[in-house]
């Protein structure tokens, strides 16, 4: 048998070495790259000096790290409730209703590039001549609110995708469940708390682990709209992270965020597979 | 008739003299690549600088590309040994940077050659000197003052201040109106924050103060810039815009609001003269005027000139052709009229620290712009100036000039407070030799 699985791995690794030596060179050395990096001060040319666990030190007693931290979880506490119940109340919605021309609808904004999300939303929030004018308050230009802001229209243009996602796995759920239910005299939320959610569980959870990963690596939403202002509300991981390498050529301590950024990516893999060893299937 | 050989030898004859031929008629390429611009910008640069070169090396090509993250994109390249052969940053701390990482070619053989030593101001070439050699030529060359609505200024008979009496009595008369007395906001360029900080320090401690901490002889933490700072918080909050506004609103918005009256006046560099001409953000007909920003303290002088360095320009020393690349890094500062042509088909951006005969400028021309930067270099020739913070600081003290200055706006932390840090930072980059030079006073 360990013969037969041999001869099938050297069988099928001509198709699979072309993406393992991609990924290598891609993804594997400039991690380890990155790493190493985050063991030396350097600006990014010119003298390379070793300086051991120094920037993980400077990271961590920096007021502007913690407070980054902060928002990143801030940020993953909104990922993780918000578009999730959104998404898994428009996938019951329309598994009840069959309303399935909707779709189109609100996959819209998911499609759009973030460029563009955040174009249109610079424009809604411009207290100028934005609707933030009639609203008479500046979202992105308040530091009580900024942030907050930002997540609004990164749900917008997000929500949709859960919602397929989930519409996805309900769709594979035996519609006999339903049926039974019913007969039973289950109400709606009972038929979606007692067979959709644990049926569907498996993606949820999926879903929720990888929104804490993508949570810490979110850059984009705020350069494109604040760069991490106003007065630092907005500052996340991954911005304080490019300043540092592009601004500031500290490219040691912009690597030792990096490897910050990827323990809490390390640490939602950890959580994955500890569900699956209790029996959760994911 | 030829044998088969004879006929192979004669096309192999003919086939190296057509090589031969190609290859000498093969042009040098020299690549620049440019901050982000408009294809207009482009053209115009390749109108009035680029093709004046080419017509004169015509075995010279000049490849002109925008590259919307210059300094990111740079950086990456020429920390990779790659990079194009002009090198534009956004000024001597960056370009200096390179220099020391030994990644530009010296340009003083050059300067000296085209007489460019005898032009440019000495403070603007000392300050691009790594260990005694020049190796980035300013290309735009900028300063603080007040542009303001003269319409608006005219028909309420309200005159350019020159002191602090003056400045607070005006802004207090355009409060007096429902008029916001100064437009502005950060959206989109945060550093936006030191232009303020650049003129409130400068003006209010003056020059020499400034130009000492400057050189590590006195601290930052000194009464008269602290004080400075705390100027600046109550002014700022008194006439500018409400934070939370000036935190969302950019250029296309605080330009409009003063060319329709929303606001009087804008406290910015020159390089807001690329707006002034432009309707899409100077909305009205409504004319506009430019001061130098007044003394704000007593024997502090006005008028005086806060010069910065926009952008600089350098040879890449992995150039294939550094000679050709510095000959026409040269001629762009050598060739005036084009200078002048830029001053109307690229206003704001292409001040170069060269003296324009006015024969030389075209009429369409804006003259406040233009003598807006007469006004500038006839200053600093006189020894009239000051130092913008965005020239003259280390990367983190750069940053933390811009970023910290909200705190105080906000009440989080003290003037006092904010100049320590300042102080404590600043100390730390001069020991690193992270400072760019700073030339002697004359």
């Known amino acids: 048998m360990k013969t037969r699985n041999n001869k099938e791995l050297i069988q099928y690794m001509p198709f699979l070495l072309p993406t393992l ?17 985050s063991l030396f001060e350097w600006s990014g040319f010119g003298k390379i000096k070793f300086v051991g666990i120094k920037n993980f030190i400077s990271i961590f007693s920096d007021n502007l790290v913690i407070s980054a931290i902060l928002h990143n979880i801030i940020w993953t506490i909104i990922f993780l409730t918000i578009p999730v119940i959104l998404g898994l109340t428009v996938a019951e919605l329309l598994r009840r209703t069959k309303w399935e021309f909707l779709q189109p609808f609100y996959f819209f904004p998911v499609i759009l590039p973030t460029v563009v999300v955040c174009f249109i939303w610079g424009f809604i929030y411009n207290p100028v001549y934005g609707l933030a004018k009639y609203l008479g308050i500046a979202i992105l230009g308040n530091p009580s609110t900024a942030l907050y802001g930002l997540a609004f229209a990164n749900i917008w243009a997000w929500w949709g995708f859960l919602g397929a996602v989930f519409y996805s796995a309900v769709q594979s759920i035996s519609k006999e469940l339903y049926e039974s239910a019913s007969l039973d005299g289950a109400s709606g939320w009972q038929q979606f708390r007692y067979i959709t959610l644990p049926q569907i569980a498996p993606t949820l959870v999926f879903m929720e ?17 604040t760069q991490g202002g106003p007065a630092g509300s907005t500052e996340l991981l991954a911005t304080l992270l490019y300043k540092k390498a592009f601004s500031l050529y500290k490219v040691g301590e912009a690597a030792a965020d990096g490897v910050l950024i990827s323990m809490f990516g390390f640490l939602s893999v950890g959580l994955y597979f500890y569900l699956s060893k209790r029996g959760i299937e994911v | 008739m030829l044998s088969t050989k004879n006929f192979l030898l004669l096309i192999t004859i003919l086939l190296i003299c057509l090589l031969t031929v190609s290859i000498g008629q093969q042009k040098i390429k020299i690549t620049w690549w440019y901050e982000s611009a408009t294809p207009e910008d482009v053209e115009a640069m390749q109108k009035d600088l680029i093709e004046p070169y080419i017509k004169a ?9 925008v590259k919307e993250n210059l300094q990111e994109v740079l950086r990456t390249a020429m920390g990779a040994g790659e990079g194009p052969d002009i090198v534009m940053t956004m000024g001597p701390a960056e370009a200096n940077r390179y220099a020391a990482a030994g990644l530009l070619l010296p340009l ?23 260990k005694g050699k020049i190796y980035s030529i300013p290309k735009t060359i900028e300063s603080m003052g007040i542009l303001y609505n003269k319409s608006l200024f005219d028909e309420n008979n309200w005159k350019v201040p020159t002191n602090y009496k003056e400045w607070t009595a005006l802004c207090d008369a355009i409060k007096k109106k429902g008029i916001l007395p100064v437009a502005a906001g950060n959206s989109g360029w945060r550093p936006t924050n030191e232009h303020f900080v650049t003129v409130y320090l400068n003006n209010y401690a003056g020059p020499e103060n400034v130009y000492r901490a400057l050189r590590g002889l006195s601290s930052w933490t000194e009464p008269v810039f602290v004080k400075a700072i705390e100027t600046f918080k109550n002014d700022f909050l008194n006439y500018w815009p409400k934070y939370d506004i000036y935190s969302s609103i950019g250029p296309n918005e605080f330009v409009n609001m003063v060319s329709s009256r929303k606001a009087a006046m804008l406290v910015v560099g020159t390089w807001a003269f690329q707006w ?18 007044p003394s704000l303290r007593e024997g502090v002088e006005y008028p005086i000139a806060n010069i910065g360095i926009g952008t600089t320009l350098s040879v ?19 060739n005036k009229e084009g200078i002048a042509k830029l001053l109307r088909d690229y206003p704001g951006e292409w001040v170069a620290p060269i003296d324009i005969p006015s024969n030389l400028v075209p009429p369409e021309v804006d003259p406040v712009f233009y003598s807006a930067i007469k006004t500038q270099y006839d200053l600093l020739r006189k020894g009239k100036y000051g130092y913008t913070t965005w020239t003259f600081l280390g990367p983190e003290t750069w940053q933390w000039c811009y970023e910290g200055i909200e705190q105080v706006w906000l009440g989080k932390i003290s003037a006092l407070d904010y100049m320590k840090k300042w102080n404590d930072i600043f100390k730390k980059e001069l020991k690193e030799g992270l400072v760019p030079p700073i030339p002697i006073r004359r």
């Open chain 2, 57 to 65: 090396h015509p075995n010279v090509e000049i490849e002109l590309t």
């Open chain 1, 21 to 37: 030596i991609l990924n290598l060179l891609i993804v594997l050395f400039p991690s380890i790259s990155t790493i190493l990096l």
């Open chain 2, 108 to 130: 003083d053989e050059y300067i000296k050659k085209a007489g460019l030593d005898k032009e440019i101001p000495s403070l603007l070439l000392d300050v691009g000197k790594v």
């Open chain 2, 316 to 334: 890449n020393k992995k150039s294939k052709y550094p000679d050709v690349a510095a000959d026409f890094l040269i001629s762009i500062f050598k």
């Open chain 2, 276 to 293: 002034t001409g432009n309707p899409d953000y100077w909305v009205s007909k409504d004319k506009w005027g430019w001061a130098p920003f």
């Open chain 1, 209 to 225: 682990i990888m929104t804490i990963i993508w949570s810490f690596q979110v850059f984009d939403w705020v350069w494109l709209t």
